[in-house]
C-alpha cells in the first residue's frame, strides 16, 4: 500500500497499489476508523470522530473523482468515518487541513466561520468547514437553501447553528434573510437606576463583513494531474489489496466484474459502504472478500431517456431528477417529485453523495424512504451477470424479500428503470421521523393510485410502508379490494379498516411505538387520499367531494429558511477604544477550530509504549457476578493485560462511586446497573482491545430487586439520599379556603449530553516517584485528580492533570471523567504504559449517562379568577445506581420550584431514587429545566378551570416587587417583568399566542488564577476554569486585557492544570466567567499595583519598558489571584437561606406549526429576551443563549432515551437519538440582550451559559398549545398531561381523532 501525500495541502491517494505489501492493515479499516489510530490518520488532526456511524458529520472530508468520460471533476462530501481507504483509489481527498491553515493561508470559510462565531468547542468545526467548502467547490455562489441543506448532515451541539448558518451565506450572492442584524441594543443609560431599561441606537456589530477576506474560487488546489492519468490509462488492471482475513478487489471493467461476482457470489458489492460498512462495525458483519467496482463507467450512469429516467449515486439522481422535473410535464414526474422529495431529507448531504441507488434498492433497508416510491412508481431493476441481462420489478415481492422475486447471489444491478406518471395516476411519498432531516422514518410510505380515464374510479392502488415491519410491505390486499371503487370518503374509511387489519405489527416490536406506527399507517393514507383529491378537483368535477372531518389542508410543513436578528449591547462611549470588555471579541481558538489545529485529547500523538483500554460492561441491572473468564481475551494478539476491581492499589469504591464492579460486603462481584464497568482489556491497538473485550465471558446470577423506574423505586423504597423541602405560608391551611383544588402528574424523561468529543483520557505513569500524569477533558480538575489518588492509593501531589479543552460538557464532564480516570491510571499502574482511553459513542451514552428523569405531582389550591393560593410539590427523580450529583441536582430543583411566581402558601419536596441504571449526572440547567415544566403544568391547568389563557395565569401569579422566594432569599424582580414585556411587546406575541419562560438562578464556588509577567511584556494567564467551548478563556483574555491595560494580543492563555492553579473548583453553574473573573482580576490588580511606581516614574513608557524597569528593579513579576467566592447559604433543617448570588432572568416566545396527522412541527419563530445585564463579550453570551436554547428545544421535543424494561439502554448513537440538526432551528430567531445592573458580578456581568436552556421549553408550551387548540376543535376540552418531550408520537396520540380511535378499536392477532 502506498500512500502519495501532496503537499500539506491536499491528501492524495493516488497509488493504493495492487497487493497489500504486509502492513497489517484491514482492507476495510475506514479513512476516519479507530481515531485511536492517529498514524493511519497521516498525523492529520483536524478531521474529528465522534460516532462512527456516519451520523454526526464530524469526520466530513471532500473526495474528488476524476471522470474521464464527461472529462469532469466530481467534488463531494463524505463521512470519513464510513470510507474504506482501498474504495478511494483513484481519488484524490481532502481535509480540512488541505482548505487552509494558519501556518499557510487561511480559507475564507474558515476564517467566516470563525469570525461570524460558528464555533464554541470547535469539535464539530472542521466538518462544518468542509461541508460549506465542497458546496462551494461545485456552486461558488449558492442559495441560502444550498447552505443549510449542505449542513444537514453534520450535528452541533454547541452553537445552535444560527452563526453557522451565517457564516455559509455570505457567500451566497443574493441573500434574503436580514443578514446585516446589527440594529439596536437593550442599553442603561449612565444616569439609570438598577433595573430601568431603555433601547438605544446600535453601536456594535458582532462582526464586519468589511474584514473578510474575499472568496475566489479560482485559488482552490488543482485535481492532481496523477489521477487524470490514472483514470484514462487504458490498460487499467485489476487490483488486489489483501489482508489477513479479508480481500478487497477492485474489477478492471464490468466483464471483470461479472467474473468477480460469479467467482466470489457472496462477496458484497461495495457502493457507498453506508450499509455494508455500519453492519461490519456495529453487527459484527464478517466477509472474507469484497468488490469494489466505485468508479466503473457501465455503474455510474445517471441518463434520462424519452420515456424514463435510469440513475445511480443518490446525489446524482437528485440532480438529475431536478433537472427532468424542470424540463418534462408535471403529470410525467409525479414518481421524480415524490423521490427528490424524499431526497431532500434522506440523511445528511454526505450519504446522500457516497450511497448509491443499487446499494439502496439491493440492501432494502425496512426504513427505506426510496424504494416503496419505486415500487408505488412501478420502477425496474435491470441485472446482469455474465448469463446475460434481465430484468425483475422493484415491487412489493422484492420488497419483502420472496426468494423468487430476488437477484441471484451472482448478478448486479446495473440500474433502476423509473418509469414516467401519466395524467391519471397519482404517485406520493410520505414519512414522518423524529427529526424533518437526517433521521430514520418512523413510518415511511410509497403510494400511487391510478383512475380510469376521466373519471375517480380506482383502476390501480399501490400502498408500500417502511418501518412497519421487518421488511418494506405491501397492502396488496387492501388495494385489491379497492380496485374499481370510487375515490371517496366511504374508500377512505374501507381503506383504513382493511389496511389496519393486513397490516400487523406485534405488540413486542422493534422500535416500539405500536400504537402510534398503526395510526400513522393510517394518517399517512388520508393524507394521500386529500392530495389525490385535490389532484382529481383540479381535473374532474365530481360531485361528492365534501370531506371526509373537519381537517386541516394537508399541506407540507415549511421548508427551512432561517433568518435572524440579533440585538446586543452598547459599550460606554467613554471606554478606551483598546478595552476589549463588552466587545464581540472572536473566541480565543475560533481560528484553530475551523483549521482543525485545535488539538484535542484525541489527536495528540501516539506515545512510546502507550496501550489502548477497551471497556466490558455489565449488561444486567443488578446480578451477581459468578465467574469473570478473561482466558480467550487475554490469548488474542496484543492483548497485555486484563483490569479488574482486584488490581486497584486504592479505593475502588470513592465516595459512593465504584470503579470496578465489585462488592463491598461479600467476595462475590455484584454489578448495580447495565454499562457498569466490570473490566477492561489493554491491548496495543484500540481494534485488539476491543476484540479481546468481545471475548471476556462473565457469568451473572440475576439479583433482586431489579428497579428500573422511578414508580418502581418508591415502591421500594429506594433513594439516594434525605428529602429536601422548602415551605412557606400554611398550605393545608390554604386549601380549605380556595376555589378549587387541581391535582396532577408529570413525567418528563432524562437527556443526553451528546457532547460531540466522547470522554478521552490520556494516562502516563511516570518513572519515578509513583507520579502520574493525565490529559483528559473536565469540568473539574480537583475532582479528578482526587479520584485517582484514591484510586492509586498516593498523594494527590503525585498526579497532574491537564486539560487544554473539551469538545463539549453540558455538565457531562463534571464526575464522570474522575471515575474514568481512576479506571485508566489502574490500568496505567499496573501494566506501567501510558494508557489512551477514549469511549466510543456507544459506551459513552451508555456509561455515564445524563440528565434525571423527573416524575413531579402537584396540588394547586387557586380562585376562580386565576390567583393560585396554594401549592403542594413533589419532585422525584431518578438517580440511577450512584449517588454522583443527584442530591445536588435535587436541592437546585426545590430551590427553582417557584419558577417566577409568588404562592403565598408553597410546599415542595423532592427526593432522588435509586435505581439499577447506570448514574444520572449534572446537566446543563441542573434540574431546573425538568422541575419547572411541572409548575409550567400547573399554571396551564389553573388556565383551563379559569377559562383563562396561561399568559394570563403567568401574569397575575408572577413576582410583581421586592420580595422573598419560599426560601426567604430577597430578591428584586423587575428584570425578570421587563423581559417578560419586552418579549410581549416585541414578539407580536399577541397576534400568535405562544408560550413564555422564566427565570434561573446561579450557584457559585471559589476561583484562583495565576498570571506572569515575562521580559519581553507578553503575559501568561491560568485559572482555575476549563475551556469547555464557552469562551471562558476569551472573556478571561478579556479581563486581563482591561486590568493591566495591554492589548489582548499580549495575554496567553495555554490550558488548565493541577500544577499551576490547584483545588480549582468546577466550572459550572455558568459561573466560570465570574468567578475565575474576578481571580484574574485580582491577580492583575496586585501586579498592576507593583508596577505602579514604575509607571509613575514613567508615565510615557511602553508597557514592555515597565516591565524591563520593574525586574531591575525586583519587583516579582508573578502573582496568584483569588476569589473566595459569593456569599451563599442554605440550611435545609430550616429551608432556608441566601441560596444564591443572583438571579438571571429571561422570557421566549415561540411559535410552531404542527402537524396533527402525523405528530411533526417545525418551529417557525423564536424570540428571546435575556437579561444579561453587562455582557463581558456579547458574542460568546449570545452563542450560550442561542445554544443553550436549541439544546433545551431538543430536550423538549425530539431527544428520547429509550430503554428497555430490563434497564439495557438502546439509544446508543445518532441513528437512534436525534438531537436538534440545522432544520430543527426557529425559521426566524430574534435574540436580545436585556441590559440590567448586577454590582455583585464582574463588570457587572451575568453568567448566561444555562439559563437559555428553559427558555426552548417555549416550543414545548407552544405545541401543547396547538395541540389543546386542536382538541378543542374536537370537543375535546379536558385538560390533558403536559409531559416532556413532546416527540411526534406524544403529539399524534394526544391530537385524539377518528383515525387513533379506529387503531383502538381495530386491534387483532397476527393471521
Ligand atoms: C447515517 C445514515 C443515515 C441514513 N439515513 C437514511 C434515511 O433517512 N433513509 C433511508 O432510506 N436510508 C438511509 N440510510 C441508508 C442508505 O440509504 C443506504 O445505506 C444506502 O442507500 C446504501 O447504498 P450504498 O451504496 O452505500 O450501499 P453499500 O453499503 O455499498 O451496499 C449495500 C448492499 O447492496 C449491494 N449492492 C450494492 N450495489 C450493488 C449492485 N450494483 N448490484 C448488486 N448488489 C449491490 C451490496 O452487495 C450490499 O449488500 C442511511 C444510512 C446511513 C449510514
Ligand atoms: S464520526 Fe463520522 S459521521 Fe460521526
Ligand atoms: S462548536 Fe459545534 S459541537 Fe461544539
Known amino acids: 500500500m502506498r500512500l502519495c501525500l501532496k503537499k500539506a495541502s491536499l491528501t492524495c491517494l493516488s497509488g493504493l497499489r495492487r497487493g497489500n505489501r504486509g502492513s497489517g492493515v484491514p482492507p476495510t479499516l475506514n479513512l476516519c476508523r479507530e481515531s485511536q489510530l492517529p498514524t493511519l490518520r497521516f498525523h492529520l488532526t483536524g478531521t474529528k470522530y465522534s460516532c462512527g456511524s456516519g451520523g454526526c458529520g464530524a469526520c466530513t472530508v471532500m473526495v474528488s473523482r476524476y471522470d474521464p468520460k464527461t472529462k469532469k471533476i466530481h467534488h463531494y462530501p463524505v463521512t470519513a468515518c464510513l470510507v474504506p481507504i482501498c474504495s478511494l483509489h483513484g481519488a484524490a481527498v481532502t481535509t480540512v487541513e488541505g482548505v487552509g491553515s494558519m501556518k499557510t493561508r487561511l480559507h475564507p470559510v474558515q476564517e467566516r466561520l470563525a469570525k461570524c462565531h460558528g464555533t464554541q468547542c470547535g469539535f464539530c468545526s ?17 442559495t441560502p437553501e444550498q447552505i443549510t441543506e449542505a449542513l444537514g448532515g453534520n450535528l452541533c451541539r454547541c452553537t445552535g447553528y444560527r452563526p453557522i448558518v451565517e457564516s455559509g451565506k455570505t457567500f451566497c450572492a443574493v441573500s434574503n434573510d436580514k443578514k446585516y442584524f446589527f440594529n439596536s441594543c437593550a442599553s442603561l443609560s449612565i444616569s439609570e437606576v438598577p433595573f430601568v431599561f431603555c433601547f438605544v441606537e446600535m453601536c456594535t456589530k458582532l462582526y464586519n463583513e468589511d474584514e473578510f477576506q474575499p472568496f475566489d474560487p479560482t485559488q482552490e488546489p488543482v485535481f492532481p494531474p496523477e489521477l487524470i492519468r490514472m483514470a484514462e490509462d487504458p490498460n487499467k488492471r485489476r487490483l488486489t489489496f489483501r489482508g489477513k482475513r479479508t480481500t478487497w478487489i477492485t474489477p478492471v471493467n464490468l466483464n471483470d466484474l461479472l467474473e468477480l461476482k460469479t467467482s466470489f457470489p457472496e462477496a ?132 419483502e424479500k420472496s426468494p423468487e422475486a430476488n437477484l441471484k447471489s451472482e448478478e448486479t444491478v446495473l440500474s433502476v428503470y423509473i418509469l414516467h406518471s401519466t395524467q391519471w395516476h397519482f404517485v406520493s411519498g410520505l414519512r414522518i421521523a423524529q427529526r424533518q432531516e437526517n433521521a430514520f422514518a418512523i413510518v415511511n410510505a410509497g403510494m400511487s393510485v391510478k383512475f380510469e380515464d376521466g373519471t375517480d374510479t380506482i383502476k390501480e392502488l399501490q400502498m408500500f410502508y417502511g418501518s412497519v415491519g421487518p421488511t418494506v410491505v405491501s397492502a396488496s390486499k387492501t388495494c385489491q379490494q379497492l380496485i374499481g371503487r370510487k375515490w371517496n370518503d366511504q374508500m377512505l374509511s374501507d381503506a383504513c379498516r382493511l389496511v389496519l387489519d393486513e397490516i400487523y405489527i406485534p405488540p413486542d416490536a422493534e422500535g416500539g411505538m405500536v400504537e ?35 381537517w386541516p389542508p394537508g399541506h407540507e410543513m415549511h421548508g427551512n429558511k432561517i433568518t435572524c436578528f440579533v440585538r446586543e449591547q452598547c459599550v460606554d462611549p467613554h471606554q478606551p477604544p483598546q478595552d476589549p470588555v463588552g466587545h464581540p471579541v472572536m473566541h480565543q481558538s475560533a481560528i484553530k477550530h475551523t483549521t482543525g489545529e485545535a488539538v484535542f485529547v484525541d489527536d495528540m500523538p501516539p506515545i512510546s509504549q502507550e496501550l489502548f483500554l ?67 482489556v489493554a491491548a496495543d491497538t484500540y481494534a485488539h482491545a476491543k476484540e479481546a473485550a468481545k471475548k471476556v465471558r462473565i457469568v451473572y446470577e440475576d439479583l433482586e430487586p431489579r428497579i428500573i423506574t422511578i414508580e418502581q423505586a418508591l415502591e421500594h423504597n429506594s433513594f439516594l439520599s434525605a428529602e429536601k423541602k422548602i415551605e412557606q405560608g400554611d398550605v393545608e391551611q390554604a386549601f380549605k379556603y380556595v376555589d378549587q383544588i387541581i391535582e396532577g402528574k408529570v413525567h418528563v424523561e432524562g437527556q443526553e449530553h451528546f457532547y460531540m468529543e466522547t470522554q478521552t483520557i490520556l494516562a502516563i505513569p511516570q518513572e519515578e516517584d509513583k507520579e502520574m500524569v493525565c490529559t483528559y477533558v473536565t469540568l473539574g480538575t480537583y475532582l479528578f485528580q482526587e479520584y485517582v489518588a484514591a484510586a492509586l492509593n498516593i498523594p494527590r501531589n503525585r498526579i497532574a492533570c491537564h486539560t487544554k479543552r473539551a469538545g463539549g460538557a453540558f455538565g457531562g464532564k463534571v464526575s464522570k471523567p474522575a471515575l474514568l480516570g481512576a479506571v485508566s491510571a489502574v490500568a496505567a499502574k499496573k501494566t506501567g504504559r501510558p494508557i489512551r482511553f477514549i469511549l466510543e459513542r456507544g459506551d459513552d451514552m451508555l456509561i455515564t449517562a445524563g440528565r434525571h428523569p423527573l416524575l413531579g405531582k402537584y396540588k394547586i389550591g387557586f380562585m376562580n379568577n386565576g390567583v393560585i393560593k396554594a401549592a403542594d410539590i413533589e419532585y422525584y427523580i431518578n438517580g440511577g445506581c450512584s449517588p454522583d450529583e443527584s442530591e445536588l441536582v435535587m436541592e437546585f430543583m426545590v430551590l427553582r420550584s417557584e419558577n417566577a411566581y409568588y404562592i403565598p402558601n408553597f410546599r415542595c419536596r423532592g427526593r432522588p431514587c435509586k435505581t439499577n441504571l447506570p448514574s444520572n449526572t449534572a446537566f446543563r440547567g441542573f434540574g431546573f429545566p425538568q422541575g419547572i415544566v411541572v409548575g409550567e403544568a400547573y399554571i396551564t391547568a389553573v388556565a383551563s378551570q379559569c377559562d383563562l389563557t396561561p399568559e394570563q395565569v403567568k401574569e397575575i401569579n408572577m413576582y410583581k416587587r421586592t420580595s422573598r422566594t419560599a426560601h426567604k432569599q430577597t430578591f428584586n424582580p423587575e428584570p425578570l417583568r421587563r423581559c417578560w414585556k419586552e418579549c410581549l411587546e416585541k414578539s407580536s406575541f399577541s397576534a400568535r399566542k405562544l408560550a413564555l419562560g422564566c427565570p434561573q438562578p446561579l450557584q457559585s464556588g471559589e476561583a484562583a488564577a495565576l498570571v506572569h509577567i515575562y521580559l519581553d511584556g507578553s503575559v501568561l494567564v491560568s485559572h482555575s476554569g476549563c475551556e469547555l467551548g464557552q469562551g471562558l478563556h476569551t472573556k478571561m483574555i478579556q479581563v486581563a486585557s482591561r486590568e493591566l491595560n495591554i492589548p489582548e494580543s499580549y495575554i496567553h492563555l495555554s490550558e488548565t492544570n493541577t500544577t499551576t492553579v490547584s483545588n480549582a473548583t468546577f466550572t459550572a453553574g455558568s459561573m466560570g466567567a465570574d468567578i475565575n473573573g474576578k481571580a484574574v482580576q485580582n491577580a492583575c490588580q496586585i501586579l498592576k499595583a507593583r508596577l505602579e511606581p514604575v509607571i509613575r516614574k514613567n508615565p510615557r513608557g511602553t508597557w514592555e519598558a515597565w516591565i524591563s524597569e520593574a525586574y531591575k528593579e525586583s519587583i516579582s513579576l508573578s502573582t496568584t489571584g483569588y476569589f473566595k467566592g459569593y456569599q451563599t447559604n442554605m440550611d435545609w433543617k430550616k429551608g432556608e437561606g441566601n441560596a444564591f448570588p443572583y438571579f438571571v432572568y429571561g422570557a421566549s416566545c415561540s411559535e410552531v406549526e404542527v402537524d396533527c396527522l402525523t405528530g411533526a412541527h417545525k418551529l417557525l419563530r423564536t424570540d428571546i429576551f435575556m437579561d444579561a445585564a453587562f455582557s463581558i463579550n456579547p458574542a460568546v453570551d449570545i452563542g450560550q443563549i442561542e445554544g443553550a436554547f436549541v439544546q433545551g428545544m431538543g430536550f423538549y421535543t425530539i431527544e428520547e432515551l429509550k430503554y428497555s424494561p430490563e434497564g439495557v439502554l438502546y439509544s446508543r448513537g ?28 464582574i463588570y457587572s456581568s451575568k453568567g448566561l451559559g444555562e439559563a437559555g436552556m428553559f427558555l426552548g421549553s417555549s416550543v414545548l408550551f407552544a405545541i401543547y398549545d396547538a395541540v389543546a387548540a386542536a382538541r378543542r376543535e374536537r370537543g375535546l376540552t379536558k385538560t390533558f398531561t403536559l409531559s416532556s418531550p413532546a416527540t411526534p408520537e406524544l403529539i399524534r396520540m394526544t391530537c385524539v381523532d377518528q383515525f387513533t380511535d379506529m387503531v383502538r378499536l381495530v386491534r387483532r392477532a397476527p393471521c
Open 614 to 680: 477497551a471497556v466490558v460492561t455489565s449488561t444486567r441491572a443488578h446480578a451477581k457476578i459468578i465467574l469473570i473468564d478473561t482466558s480467550a481475551a487475554l490469548a488474542l494478539p496484543g492483548v497485555v493485560d486484563v483490569i479488574t476491581a482486584e488490581d486497584v492499589p486504592g479505593d475502588n469504591s470513592y465516595q459512593g462511586e465504584i470503579f470496578y464492579a465489585q462488592n463491598e460486603v461479600c467476595d462475590l462481584c455484584t454489578v448495580i446497573c447495565v454499562g457498569q464497568i466490570v473490566c477492561t
Open 126 to 142: 472542521p466538518g462544518m468547514v468542509m461541508s460549506i467548502y465542497t458546496l462551494l467547490r461545485n456552486h461558488p455562489e449558492p
Open 516 to 550: 402510534y406506527r398503526r395510526t400513522l399507517i393510517i394518517s399517512l393514507l388520508f393524507k394521500f387520499y386529500l392530495k389525490v383529491r385535490r389532484g382529481l378537483n383540479k381535473m374532474v368535477r365530481t360531485t361528492s367531494l365534501g370531506l371526509w372531518a373537519p
Open 268 to 399: 458484497p458489492i461495495i457502493m457507498g459502504n453506508t450499509a455494508v460498512g455500519p453492519s461490519i462495525k456495529f453487527r459484527d458483519e464478517f466477509h472474507p472478500v469484497f468488490i469494489s467496482p466505485l468508479g466503473l463507467q457501465e455503474l455510474y450512469f445517471v441518463d434520462s431517456t424519452d420515456d424514463g429516467t435510469r440513475g445511480y449515486s443518490l446525489a446524482q439522481l437528485n440532480d438529475a431528477l431536478h433537472f427532468i422535473v424542470s424540463e418534462q410535464p408535471k403529470e410525467k414526474t409525479k414518481t421524480y417529485h415524490a423521490l427528490l422529495k424524499h431526497l431532500r431529507t434522506l440523511a445528511g448531504a454526505q450519504i446522500r453523495n457516497m450511497a448509491t441507488l443499487g446499494g439502496h434498492v439491493v440492501s432494502r433497508p425496512n426504513y427505506s424512504d426510496l424504494n416503496p416510491i419505486l415500487a408505488a412508481g412501478n420502477a425496474t431493476i435491470n441485472l446482469i451477470s455474465k448469463e446475460g441481462k434481465r430484468q425483475i420489478p422493484l415491487d412489493g415481492r422484492f420488497l
Open 1214 to 1241: 445518532p441513528d437512534d437519538y436525534k438531537i436538534p440538526t440545522v432544520t430543527e432551528i426557529p425559521e426566524e430567531f430574534n435574540v436580545t440582550l436585556v441590559r440590567s445592573q448586577n454590582p455583585i458580578a
